[in-house]
């Protein structure tokens, strides 16, 4: 008999292939658009990116970007439609939900909306042997740097020792709420450092988050990170994730949200 809070419910399940920045922000709100018009179920989004992107936050200042690195090293620099600071997405898996407001697993505010997501992260987490936490921060501690995995925000999640593991970040609409977030598999993860005109110091990041590859001592493969999300997810939400793809009406909206906001620069330098 199960313990979860929550009755049993299918949502559908996109695992899908590494993108550019531009694709993958517009495939999330292309998602948010069929949820909030009830075309498609809530809906667990795995995706990877390729090239490497530098993505800053809906109202973060595009001047904190060193342009000429990026360019310079074919990172890809791309303005999400949710709040929070800069991360550099790369060797990652990167997760999404996106469901009506009403779903009881993100209804309520969005601290308790966090808090929910973060047993299923937790539980994927400990899925792969992780010693990791969920936590309330200081709500004084509240982050100012360019950086976002300088600080962990509510319910995010942080090694034993307190180092960030996974960045996440929420939006909502009247008819729908998405939430994403990125788990740093292997690599520097101070690299980003190299991409901001005001960067904190490469050993103050590193000692303030982690990859999983140092949490848990030894390589990590993004399927096997993969496996691990969907297992959690369905364990701590009592879901069946169900393999699914983009119906062709998110697939246009994608195309347009490509041209017409991701990747222009109207929308990517406009703070």
Same mark, same amino acid.
């Given at each position: 008999m199960s313990t979860s809070p929550y009755p049993p419910a299918t949502w559908r399940l996109l695992i899908s292939p590494p993108s550019d920045g531009a694709t993958n922000m517009a495939t999330d709100e292309a998602i948010l658009r069929a949820v909030s018009a009830g075309q498609v179920p809530p809906t667990? &989004?795995?995706?990877?990116?390729?090239p490497p992107c530098l993505s800053l936050g809906r109202g973060q200042s595009g001047a904190e970007v060193d342009r000429a690195a990026c360019t310079r090293d074919g990172v890809h620099v791309v303005r999400r439609p949710t709040g929070g600071r800069a991360i550099l997405h790369t060797d990652e898996l990167t997760y999404s939900v996106i469901a009506p407001p009403?779903?009881?697993r993100l209804s309520g505010d969005i601290l308790t909306s966090y808090q929910r997501l973060s047993r299923a992260l937790l539980a994927a987490l400990q899925h792969l042997s992780v010693d990791a936490e969920s936590r309330i921060t200081n709500r004084e501690s509240r982050n100012t740097n360019p950086?976002?995995?300088e600080v962990p925000s509510h319910y995010e999640l942080t090694t034993a020792d307190g180092l960030k593991l996974v960045g996440s970040a929420q939006m909502r609409t009247q008819d729908a709420v998405?939430?994403?977030?990125?788990?740093p598999l292997v690599g520097d993860i101070? &690299?980003?450092?190299?991409?901001?005109?005001?960067?904190?110091?490469?050993? &103050?990041v590193r000692t303030r988050a982690a990859t999983l590859e140092s949490a848990l001592g030894r390589?990590?493969?993004w399927e096997e990170t993969a496996e691990a999300m969907v297992a959690g997810f369905s364990q701590a939400l009592n879901l069946n994730l169900a393999y699914g793809?983009? &119906?062709?009406e998110e697939r246009a909206w994608v195309v347009e949200l490509v041209e017409e906001k991701y990747a222009a620069e109207a929308w990517t330098w406009r703070v």
């Open positions: 667990l &989004r795995l995706y990877a990116w390729a009403d779903e009881p950086v976002c995995f998405l939430q994403h977030g990125t788990l101070a &690299r980003i450092c190299r991409y901001l005109t005001d960067a904190p110091a490469l050993d &103050r390589p990590i493969a793809e983009l &119906r062709p």
